[in-house]
């Protein structure tokens, strides 16, 4: 590990020299040691509360007045309409939706709102992901997410070009 080495016979000095090989083998095993006992994040993901089965003598209706439906369409379009009459279907940004929900949930008692999500066919993920993030963020305690109608996805394409 250590030696001493002469440097001259006249001096007298003597010099030492550490040789540093075993501590570099401590120093990778102790590296890879770490790395194999470290726990790696793990991937988070969007988490998403399914409801109980219920009868349906014991489903309680929601009345047609507390509704909104939001179609999400290609490229961050977003089209709602409030109650059963798709005709009645209005462009929306998709900043102003937290708006809309937020006056409709005025309007409402809260147990007779909900909020009826509707991906297009035509819509990416990441449109779905942040209007999943708005249910949550406006504390919506009832929102479905279904199948978009034929006839509501041909009014949004009307609509849209």
């Given amino acids: 590990m250590a030696e001493i080495i002469e440097r001259g016979k006249k001096t007298g000095k003597l010099s030492t020299r550490v040789d540093l090989t075993p501590m570099v083998d401590l120093g990778f095993l ?3 040691f770490f790395i194999f006992t470290t726990a790696l994040t793990k991937p988070t993901s969007l ?3 399914l409801p109980e089965s219920v009868n349906n003598k014991d489903r309680m209706p929601t009345p047609v007045s507390g509704v909104v439906t939001i179609l999400i369409g290609p490229e961050k379009q977003v089209y709602c309409y409030e109650g059963d009459d798709p005709y009645q279907m209005h462009s929306v940004e998709f900043n102003s939706v937290r708006q809309t929900i937020i006056d409709k949930k005025r309007k409402t008692k809260p147990d007779k709102f909900m909020v009826i999500i ?3 066919k035509d819509s990416n993920f990441q449109s779905l992901v942040k209007m999943m993030d708005e249910m949550t963020i406006n504390e ?3 929102y479905a997410m279904v199948d978009i109608d034929p006839i509501e996805y041909s ?3 009307q609509k849209l070009y």
């Fill in 140 to 142: 919506v305690k009832h």
């Fill in 155 to 157: 009014l949004m394409h």
């Fill in 30 to 32: 102790l590296i890879t």
């Fill in 118 to 120: 509707k991906p297009g």
């Fill in 47 to 49: 988490k998403i509360y």
